[in-house]
C-alpha cells in the first residue's frame, strides 16, 4: 500500500504542475514527459511485466489516433466517444496481432520483428488509403471547446492526459497486486514453469497485450487531439515505437515508477544537450545518444533500480515470478 | 504480503520527480544572449530527414537578418536589429510545436519556419496561443491557411495555385508546338504534398485534352526506380510528370536514363531537383531539357541575381529554401516597420495588409487574403545548355521552351 | 498487370535482391550468429557509403578500387565498437545491446550530419548508366556487378565459417559460449571479430551499392528494416539463406509494386515476413529449432 500512496502522491503533485508553472513552454515540457511516461507505461505492462519486447507499438497507437480523427471527419462522431472506440479498436487489434503472434509461439527477438513488421503493414495501408487521407493525412477542424476534445489552455490538455496517464500507472499498480499480475511475470520469468503449474499462457499474454494496447491507443487519441493533424508516419512509424520502449528501459523494467523516470531523465538529458550544444545541427543529438549508450555503460538495470535502502525498495521493487531479482 | 514500515521517501527519488517543478520556476535557456533587439524565431528541421531542407531554410533566413541589419534594421523602432532565435524541430510536428512555444516565451515577436507542412501545421497552431505572428516559409499544403487563424501567413504559393498554374501554362506549351502531347504519367511521393499536388492535377489536365494513363505514388525513401521506370516504358505517356524530393528525383531521372526512355518531355511539378542547381551541376546529361514548375526567384531583378551570388559564394546551392525563407524574414520585418511595433496585433494588421514588392521573386506586390498571398506563384524553368532558365510568364523569362524535347 | 515487363521486373528485382543481400549479409553474422540486434546496422552502412564517396572526392578512386580500403576499415570500427563499447555496455542483457546499437546508431547519424553536413552526395562512374540486356531487360551494370559480388561474398562467407579454424570458433561461440571459453577460445576477441566481419561486409555492399544509389546522412534508415527482414527469411546464420531472401524480397518488391502500385506494394515484404515468421520460423534455410 505504500507503493500506492507514493505513486498518488506524485501524481498530485504533478496535477498541480499548471498552478505551478507559469510558463507555457515548461508546462508543455512536464507534459511531453508525462505523454512520455504514458507510452512508456503502457509497453512496460506487456514488455516489462510480460516479458514481451515490442518495437512497433506505434500499431496500436496509430489505430487509437486514426480511429478518433477518421470517426470524427469522416463520420462526424465525436471525438469523446472516438476515444472510448478507439482504445476499444487498439485492444481489440492488439488481441488479434498477439494471438497470431504469440499462439504461432512467437518469443524474444521474433515477437519484437514481427510487431514491427505489423506497424508497418499498417503504415503503408495507411497512407494508401482514402478513408485514412491516404499520402495527404488527416486535419481535425480546428474547434476548441471541451465537447470536442479541444480545448483553449494547455492545462485542460494537461488534465486529460493526467487522467489517463493515471489510469495506465494504476493498471500497472493494480497489476503488480494481483494474481493476473503474478501470472504474468511467471510467464515472463520461465513460461513452460508457468505452464506447467497450470498458467494459462496464451490467455495471460493475450490479457496483457490488450491491456497495452489500449492505453497505447488513449495515448494515441490524445495525441490526434492535441496535434489535430495526423498522417501514417506519425501514427504507426518508428518514432512512436523507439520512444515507447527507451522510456521503460532506460527508467527500468517491470518497475512501476521506472517509466516516469526513465521519461524525466530522456527528456532531461535532450533539453541539456540541446542547451550546452545549440548551434551546428546534430551535434546535441549526437550527444543525446552519447548519453544513452552511456546510461546503458552505469546503470544498465535502469534508473528505477539503482540506490539502496527504502527508496529502492519502494521506487525499485520488481515483481518475481519466484527466479528472484532476475 | 510483508508488512513494511513506511519509510520517508529519500531525497533522491522525491527531488527526481519534483525536478521538472523546480526548473519552471527558470526562463527557457536561449542559444543567444538577451540584447535590445527584434527577436524572430527561426523553427526548422536541422535533423532528421528535413535535415538539408531545413538547413537551407534556415541559412536563407540569416542571410535576411544580416542583410536588414547591414541596411539599419528596423528604422521605424530606432534603428533596432533583428536577432534570431534558432530552434530545431528535428522533422517532428511535436517538437516543432514546444520549440515554437520556446521561442515565444524567449521573446520571440514572430516566428518564420516550418518548412515541412506537416510541421508548419502544428509550428502555426501553437503560434496560434498567442496570437503571435508566424510566417510559413515552404510548407505547401492548402490546408495550412484554410483553418482560419489570424496570425497565419504563407508569403509563397500552395500546391492549389502550383498546380493550376502547371496545367495552365503545360496547355499553353502543347498548343504552341501544336498538340503533340495527348497522355501524361505522373509519378509521386507518397506523402502530403506529392499526394496532394497529383490529386489536383489529375482532375485539371482533362480540362485542357491531356489525358492521364497513369498515377504511381511511391514511398519516401524509395530504392529503386526500374519498377516506375518499366511501367512508363510500356505504357509511352507522351510527358512524364513527377512530383518528389530531390533524393527520388535524381534517382528517377538515373534510372529514366538507364532504362532509355524517351518522352516528349519532362514536366516536374515541385520536382525536388529539377530546379536544383545541384542536380543540374551533378548530372547535366539527365538533366538537360527537364521543364518544372516550382518556386523561383525573379532572374530579371537585380537583388535575386545578387543574393544568388552571395549564396554561392557561401557555398550553398541557391535553392528555393533559401529564398523562400529570405523573403518569409523580410516579409515580416518590413510589416513591423510599417507598424512600428512588435505588437502582436499590430504586426498581424501590418502583415494582413502588406504590398511589399521588394522580393525578387516574379509574384508583383504582396496581396494577402485569409494569410495567403494571392500574389504567390510558381514559374515554369527548364534546364537549357546546364543552366536552370524561366520560360514562362513571359514577362520574367530568360529563354524561350524547347519543346517536344528533340531526339 | 502488365506481362511484358513482368520478365524485366523480376530481372531487375533478382539484381535489386541481391543488393539487399549484400547488406544483410553482414547482418546475419551479427544477428543470425551473434544474436546482436543491431540497430546501428543502418547507420553504420551509411559511414561506409560516405568512406567511398570520400576516397572518390578525395582521391579520385573508383568505387570497385574502394573494395581495397573500405572494407577492412569497416572491420577495425567494427571490432573496436564491440570490443570496447557495446560488449561493455550490454551486461549481456538483450535489451540492452538493443539500446546501445540505438543509442550508437543516434551517435552515428547526427555525427555525420554534423561532419559531413546534410546534402545528398552521389558518385558519377563512366559506367553508370551502362546495361547489360538480358532477354530483352536493360539491367543496369553496376547492379549486374552487385549480384556477382553477393554471390562470391555469401560463398567465402560460408567458406569461412565452415572452412576455417575462425569460423569454427565463432560457430562454437554462438552455440556454447561458456563451453567455448572452456576449450579456450578468447570469447570476446571472437565476439569482436566477428562483429568486424559483420561490419567489413557492410563496407563490400557500400562499395558495390554507391554507384547505383547516394549517401545523405540518413540513408541507411531504407535499409535496416529490409535487412533484418531478409536475415529472418532467409534463416539466422544463414549465408545462403540470406543470399537467397535478399532476391525473394527483392522479387517480391518488384511485382508487389507492379500488382499494388510502388506504395502499397511494399506491404509485399512485410506480409512475406510475417508469415515466415508465423509459419516457418526458421526460416528459408534454418533448422527446426
Known sequence: MTRLWVLLTVFGAIFCAPFLISSEFWLNAVLMMLYAALLGQSWNILGGYGGQFSFGHALFFGVGAYTVAVLQVQFGLNPWIGMALGGGLSAMVATVVGWLSFRYGLRGAYFALVTLAFAEVFRIVANSVGLTGAGEGILIRLDRQPAMMQFEDLSSYFWLLWAITLGCFLAAWRLENSRFGARL???????????????????????????????MGLAGVFYAQKFLYLDAGLAFGPTVSVEALLVPIIGGMGTLFGPLLGAAALHAVAEVA??????????????????????MLFLPRGLARIGRGSARRIVGREVTGGRGNA | MTHRKIDRISRRAFLGTTAAVTGALAAPGLLRAEAAGVKVGLVHPVTGWGAYSGNQCRQGALMAIADI????????????????????????PDVGASETARLIEGGAMGIVGGYASSISLATTQEAAKTNTPHVVDVGVSYKIVKRGLPNVFRFGPGYTKIAQFAVDNL??????????????????????????????????????????????????????????????????????????YYNEYVLLARTMRQQRIEAKAIYSVLGGAASSYKFVKEFPDAAEYIMDCNHWFNPLDEGAQKRRAAAEAKGLFYTYEIYLTYNAVMLLADAVERAGSTDNEAVIAALASSTWSKHGM????????????????????????GDIEVILPAEFASAKVVFPRPS | MDFSILMPSILNGITTGALYALVALGLTLIYGVLHIINFA??????????????????????????????????FVLGYALQRFVIARASHGRDENILLVTLGLAIVIENLALFFFRSDTQVVNTPYAFDVVEVMGAFLPYPKVVAFFAALATATALWALMTRTDLGRAIRALAKERKGARLVGIDVEHIFAVSFGIGVGVLGIAA?????????????????????????????????????IGGIVIGVVEAVGGLMLGESLGQIGIFLIFILILLFRPQGIMGHQA
Open chain 3, 207 to 243: 562499395c558495390l551499392l554507391m554507384p547505383s544509389y547516394y549517401v545523405s546522412p540518413q540513408v541507411g534508415n531504407g535499409f535496416v528494416l529490409i535487412a533484418f527482414t531478409i536475415v529472418v527469411l532467409g534463416g539466422m546464420g544463414s549465408f545462403a539463406g540470406a543470399l
Open chain 2, 362 to 385: 516574379p509574384y508583383g506586390p504582396t496581396r494577402m487574403v485569409n494569410g495567403q498571398n494571392q500574389g504567390a506563384q510558381p514559374v515554369n524553368t527548364q534546364v537549357l545548355n
Open chain 2, 69 to 92: 541589419n547591414a541596411a539599419g534594421g528596423i528604422k521605424s523602432l530606432g534603428g533596432a536589429k533583428l536577432e534570431g532565435l534558432l530552434a530545431d524541430s528535428q522533422s517532428k
Open chain 1, 274 to 295: 540541446r542547451e550546452v550544444i545549440g548551434g551546428r545541427p546534430g551535434l546535441d543529438m549526437a550527444i543525446y545518444g552519447a548519453i544513452l549508450v552511456g546510461m
Open chain 3, 41 to 74: 546496422h543502418g547507420a553504420l552502412l551509411m559511414l561506409a557509403l560516405y568512406g567511398v564517396y570520400y576516397l572518390n572526392r578525395l582521391f579520385g578512386l573508383d568505387p570497385y578500387w574502394s573494395l581495397l580500403i573500405v572494407p577492412p576499415a569497416m
Open chain 1, 185 to 215: 511475470v511467471a510467464v515472463r520469468d520461465n513460461e513452460d514453469a508457468a505452464s506447467a503449474i497450470g498458467v494459462n499462457v496464451l490467455r495471460v499474454k493475450l490479457q496483457a497485450i490488450a491491456l497495452s494496447g489500449f492505453f
Open chain 2, 171 to 244: 496547355a499553353t506549351i502543347n498548343a504552341a508546338a501544336g498538340n503533340p502531347a495527348k497522355t501524361a504519367m505522373i509519378i509521386h511521393e507518397d506523402s502530403a504534398f506529392g499526394t496532394g499536388t497529383a490529386k489536383v492535377l489529375s482532375g485539371k489536365l482533362p480540362e485542357k485534352g491531356i489525358e492521364v494513363i497513369e498515377i504511381i505514388p511511391h514511398g519516401t525513401p524509395t530504392r529503386d526506380f526500374t519498377n516506375i521506370a518499366l511501367q512508363i516504358k510500356s505504357k509511352k505517356p507522351d510527358i512524364i510528370i513527377p512530383a518528389d
